[in-house]
């Protein structure tokens, strides 16, 4: 048996969308839902629900984690949600809830792609290992994904390693030579302090016995201009560090 905690320590950071017309299930199910994952939108139907979708990608730029549906709705249905949803985002994990009297639906569910399936009225113990299941797969599905050449700064500034560049919002940010050579070291201590002397040798490399933390001064001064607020932290008479 699936405990909740083994759940939740998975599932406290997703972010989901829950579609269901029904409003008694709806808040018996939510309070379920906002205990377990870290956002949870609501759509009352599959219309409502397939503008939150592309509206959440458009803010974002990226799709839910999870998509929590039942399948009778005014509309749009589960099934046609679920068909314009895979249009969108061939790999979205989809839950579809479904009432016994609705194994019609099921065959073709399977046939588009689905594989979770929730049968009301709900069980506890099965919910959490549809979650953890589900949950597992995200996991997987995110780790393939993962380049380690991209250091997120936060949701809109990333750090390229191979290339040393960086970017906000995709956009690149034009960056000198020194400023460049300051981020890789950085980026490289980034789980330290960096001190004047290391940043000295990096960015003047035989000159640096004639820098003096003035001459360093100006450069911090323009690449935190370019970097998100509060990103490059000063520690008196010892360097900096790149918070995260």
């Not at 906000?168 to 460049?180: A, G, Q, T, Y």
């Amino acid at each position: 048996m699936i405990d909740f905690n083994s759940v939740f320590s998975i599932t406290k950071n997703f972010s989901i969308l829950y579609v269901e017309d029904d409003k008694n299930f709806r808040e018996e199910t939510c309070d379920i839902l906002y205990t377990l994952f870290g956002n949870v939108d609501i759509a009352v139907d599959g219309e409502e629900a397939l503008a939150d979708y592309q509206s959440y990608y458009e803010k974002h730029q990226k799709y839910y984690d999870m998509v929590i549906s039942d399948i009778s709705m005014p509309k749009m249905d589960g099934v046609e949600l679920s068909k314009e949803i895979y249009k969108l985002n061939k790999k979205q994990l989809i839950i579809i809830i479904s009432a016994h009297g609705e194994s019609q639906y099921l065959l073709e569910l399977i046939n588009i792609g689905i594989e979770q399936f929730l049968t009301k009225p709900l069980d506890i113990n099965n919910i959490l290992t549809i979650f953890y299941n589900a949950s597992q797969k995200i996991l997987e599905s995110n780790e393939e994904k993962v380049d380690t050449n991209i250091v997120d700064l936060n949701e809109e500034f990333y750090w390229h390693k191979k290339d040393s560049l960086l970017y906000c919002k995709d956009s690149l940010v034009k960056l000198s030579k020194k400023e460049i050579l300051l981020m890789i070291l950085l980026i490289k201590n980034r789980d330290r302090i960096t001190t004047f002397e290391e940043i000295f040798n990096a960015l003047w490399e035989d000159e640096s016995y004639r820098v003096t933390t003035s001459t360093l001064k100006p450069i911090i001064f323009n690449l935190r201009k370019k970097l998100p607020t509060q990103k490059i932290q000063s520690v008196s008479k010892v360097g900096y560090r790149l918070n995260f």
